[in-house]
C-alpha cells in the first residue's frame, strides 16, 4: 500500500473508531442498559425517531410522520423494514454513519494530508460528542464529497452529489448556487445552467415518492421551517425578548435572522474565489449564523471545512470548547426527569448561553476569516 492510501486508511479507521464510540452509548439508551448517571447526556434522534414514528412497520411519510427530509426517510424506512427492534435499528444507522465519517477521513487525508485530517475530521470532538446521536455525518459527508469533486472540476458530478445530499438534509442546497457561479466564470452559461438543472433534476426526482402519503415531506419540512431552537442563538434571543417583554419578539427574531442570512449570504456568494470550499463554506456559515434552528450537532457540518480551506485554528478551538459547553449543559436540562429546577437550572442555562456565545462567536471569525482569504475574479 503506498503512502497515500495508508493515510487515507488510517483516516478512515480512526473516524469510524470515533462514531462507534460515540454511539455505544446510543446503542445501551435503546437496549434499556444505560446507567442512569448517563441518561442525562445521552440523546439519541435515531432510537426516538424509531419509537415515535417507525416502530411497528410503519413507513416515513407513507404511514406516519417523519421529521427529517426524504433522503433520511427513505434509508429509515428501509432500515426499519429490516431491523427487528430498535437495537438493531440504531446498530445499523451506526453502521452507516461510521462508513459515511470513514470516507470524509479518507478524503479529507488525500485533499489536505493526515494531521489534518485527524485534528479536523477523525479526532475531533464533534465526530465524537455528536456523530452518534443523529444522522448528520451523511450529509456532511455527500457535501464534502460534491465540493471535492468540484474542486476536480467534475461539475455535474458535483451537482448531482449535492443534489442527494441535500435530499438528506437540506443544508447541501446551500452551496448550489455559489458553486454554479463558479462554472459560469471558469467554463461558460451553458455548462452553468446544465449543472444546475443536474441539481434541480436530481433533487425533484429523489424528494417526488414522499410527497404521497398521509404525511408528506413537506410537512416536516414546514414544521422544521417554523421552529427556533432554544439551543441557538435566536432562541437565546427570543427568550431574552420575551423576557423584557418585548411584544412581537418572534416576529423580530425570524425578521432579523432571515434578513440577516441573506445579507451575508449575498456577500459571500459575490465575493468570488475559486476555490469550490470556500465558496461553500462561505455559504455554509451564513447558514449557520442566521438559522434559529441551530442544533448542537450542525457543528459537524463545517468541521471538514477547517481542513480543507485555510483557517485560523483558535477559531477551531473555540468552536470546540463551545460545543462541548454545550453537550455538557443542554442535555441534563432537557433529559432530567422531573426537569431540572432552581438554582442548578439557572447555572446550567447559564453555561448553554456561554457555550452557544463561544460556539457564534467562532463561526463569525470563521466566516471573516473565509471571506478575507477569497479573491476576486
Not at 448517571?37 to 416515513?60: C, E, I, K, N
Not at 469550490?276 to 455559504?283: D, H, N, S, T, V
Request: no cysteine; net charge positive; aromatic share 10%.
Amino acid at each position: 500500500m503506498n503512502p497515500t492510501r495508508r493515510r487515507m486508511a488510517l483516516a478512515a479507521a480512526i473516524a469510524a473508531a470515533t462514531v462507534l464510540v460515540s454511539a455505544t452509548p446510543r446503542l445501551l439508551l435503546a437496549a434499556g442498559v444505560l446507567p442512569d448517571a448517563a441518561q442525562p447526556f445521552v440523546w439519541s434522534d435515531v432510537r426516538q425517531t424509531y419509537l415515535d414514528h417507525l416502530s411497528g412497520g410503519r413507513l416515513p411519510y407513507r404511514d406516519a410522520f417523519f421529521d427529517y427530509p426524504p433522503g433520511i426517510g427513505y434509508l429509515a424506512g428501509a432500515l426499519a423494514l429490516i431491523a427487528p427492534d430498535v437495537v438493531a435499528y440504531v446498530a445499523l444507522w451506526t453502521v452507516l454513519v461510521a462508513a459515511s465519517a470513514a470516507v470524509v477521513g479518507a478524503e479529507l487525508a488525500r485533499a489536505a494530508g493526515l494531521r489534518r485530517a485527524l485534528a479536523f475530521w477523525s479526532l475531533s470532538p464533534q465526530l465524537l460528542l455528536y456523530s452518534g446521536a443523529n444522522f448528520d455525518v451523511l450529509p456532511t459527508a455527500l457535501f464534502v464529497g460534491a465540493i471535492l469533486l468540484a474542486r476536480r472540476g467534475s461539475h455535474r458530478a458535483a451537482m448531482a452529489t449535492l443534489a442527494v445530499g441535500a435530499v438528506a438534509k437540506i443544508f447541501p442546497a446551500v452551496a448550489a448556487p455559489p458553486l454554479a457561479l463558479r462554472v459560469l466564470r471558469s467554463a461558460g452559461p451553458r455548462a452553468a445552467v446544465t449543472a444546475l438543472g443536474v441539481f434541480v433534476v436530481v433533487v425533484a426526482v429523489l424528494w417526488s415518492p414522499s410527497l404521497g402519503g398521509v404525511a408528506p415531506s413537506t410537512v416536516s419540512t414546514l414544521v422544521q421551517a417554523q421552529r427556533t431552537n432554544f439551543d441557538s442563538l435566536w432562541g437565546v434571543t427570543l427568550a431574552a425578548l420575551n423576557a423584557g417583554g418585548v411584544s412581537g419578539a418572534a416576529q423580530i427574531v425570524g425578521i432579523a435572522s432571515a434578513a440577516g442570512m441573506l445579507l451575508t449570504y449575498l456577500m459571500g456568494s459575490r465575493r468570488g474565489g475559486t476555490d469550490p470550499a470556500r465558496a461553500g463554506l462561505l455559504a455554509l456559515l451564513a447558514l449557520l449564523l442566521w438559522t434559529r434552528l441551530y442544533s448542537p450537532q450542525y457543528s459537524l457540518w463545517i468541521v471538514p471545512f477547517f481542513a480543507l480551506v485555510p483557517l485560523p485554528w483558535p477559531a477551531f478551538a473555540v468552536l470546540s470548547l463551545g460545543d462541548a459547553i454545550v453537550f455538557a449543559t443542554v442535555y441534563p436540562l432537557t433529559l432530567t426527569h422531573p426537569p431540572l429546577a432552581g438554582d442548578t437550572a439557572l447555572y446550567l442555562y447559564a453555561g448553554l448561553v456561554a457555550g452557544i456565545a463561544l460556539r457564534h462567536a467562532a463561526l463569525a471569525a470563521t466566516w471573516i476569516a473565509s471571506w478575507r482569504g477569497t479573491r476576486a475574479g
